[in-house]
Nanobody, 115 residues
Framework: VQLQASGGGLVQPGGSLTLSCTASRNINGIKRMGWFRQAPGKERGWVATITNDNRIDYEASVKGRSTITGNFGDNTVHLQMNALSPDDTAVYYC??????????WGQGTQVTVSS
């Protein structure tokens, strides 16, 4: 497994969670890490990314209530999300882009927001 994600689960509306992902040392020269998500019946969409020079971008619906952090020495990325709603329910996939911009994906972790 090239990327291992964790931290998903069942969360009540208004709650928070933190997703974590560690990329294998076999992926050389990682330049960017981040997250996509795929809700039932929808296409996979971008959530947030961070580069090794600390450029951070968020999709509009999570901006202001999410924080992405990365440690490129350890090949890890975390995504803290607050004020969760049922619209955030999805499978979350972490990604890593290597020195040649080849993209690697994690296996996905389910986040369900429900009371």
């Amino acid at each position: 497994v090239q990327l291992q994600a964790s931290g998903g689960g069942l969360v009540q509306p208004g709650g928070s969670l933190t997703l974590s992902c560690t990329a294998s040392r076999n992926i050389n020269g990682i330049k960017r890490m981040g997250w996509f998500r795929q809700a039932p019946g929808k296409e996979r969409g971008w959530v947030a990314t961070i580069t090794n020079d600390n450029r951070i971008d968020y999709e509009a619906s999570v901006k202001g209530r999410s924080t992405i952090t990365g440690n490129f020495g350890d090949n890890t990325v975390h995504l803290q999300m607050n004020a969760l709603s049922p619209d955030d329910t999805a499978v979350y996939y972490c990604l890593a882009d290597d020195w040649n911009w080849r993209r690697f994906w994690g296996q996905g972790t389910q986040v369900t927001v429900s009371s």
